[in-house]
């Protein structure tokens, strides 16, 4: 009884958890940096970094990764208040194409089979840690999404789908869930693990039961 309780406690312990974080991403924010991804330039360089996220998350391949508005708007004209959501400007088409900057935006390097591309919408790709993509960059938009984790990756990096930031408002907020690994337990956890007094109290019912066994066989 005793092993059979450690073994499913010290499982427990070294289980793949999730872990569920809000994250509020500027509007200004472009999605990667284009001079660290010379094979996916956007914009006029006006964009601010990309929102980062590194921490509290396990990014081995294959890990599932789920995004989902929140709340926030954002305006791509700074005379107009913000008014789209992380679907972004839906009367304003992106997809591969040129924007007034003369460059593409983001989303000239997402997957085709996703368009529409709209304006403004919130994209974000897997990145390694010098920042450079991992896979393929992906819209998030409201969600939910789900995206798995490619090889390589050790940090998720969201931003928008515009060509010139600069007079960009607002901001979108999310919530991103994935994989948090709980640190496989010492040798001194597993020793209190196995001291813990539910393993005391089921030694005690372990041996009432075979007492009362024995008075019934008598």
């Known amino acids: 009884m005793r092993v059979r309780l450690a073994s499913m406690l010290i499982a427990l312990l070294i289980s793949t958890h999730s872990v569920a ?24 360089g006006s964009d601010s970094p990309a929102f980062s996220i590194t921490s509290g998350f396990d990014f081995t391949a294959g890990g599932l990764f789920t995004f989902e508005y929140i709340s926030g708007l954002t305006s791509t004209y700074d005379q107009v208040p913000p008014y789209a959501d992380a679907n972004g400007d839906i009367d304003y088409l992106a997809n591969d194409f ?3 900057s003369g ?18 919408a919130l994209i ?44 960009n408002t607002g901001s979108i ?7 948090s690994v709980v640190p496989e337990p010492t040798g001194a956890a597993i020793v209190a693990v196995m001291a813990a007094p539910s393993f005391g109290i ?12 024995r008075r019934q066989q008598s």
């Open 202 to 213: 089921a030694m005690r019912s372990r041996r009432l039961a075979i007492k009362r066994q």
């Open 124 to 167: 974000g790709t897997f990145a390694d840690a010098s920042g450079a993509i991992v896979g393929t960059p992906f819209f998030v938009g409201n969600g939910p999404l789900s995206v798995a984790a490619p090889t390589g990756a050790t940090l998720i990096l969201l931003g928008f789908n515009d060509d010139i930031f600069q007079d």
């Open 103 to 120: 460059n593409y935006f983001p989303s000239a390097y997402v997957n085709p089979l996703t368009y529409p591309a709209y304006l403004n």
């Open 98 to 100: 040129l924007g007034n």
């Open 173 to 179: 907020t999310l919530s991103v869930t994935g994989p």
């Open 21 to 44: 974080s809000v994250f509020t991403v500027d509007a200004t924010s472009g999605p990667w940096d284009p001079d660290l991804n010379p094979t996916a330039v956007y914009g006029d």
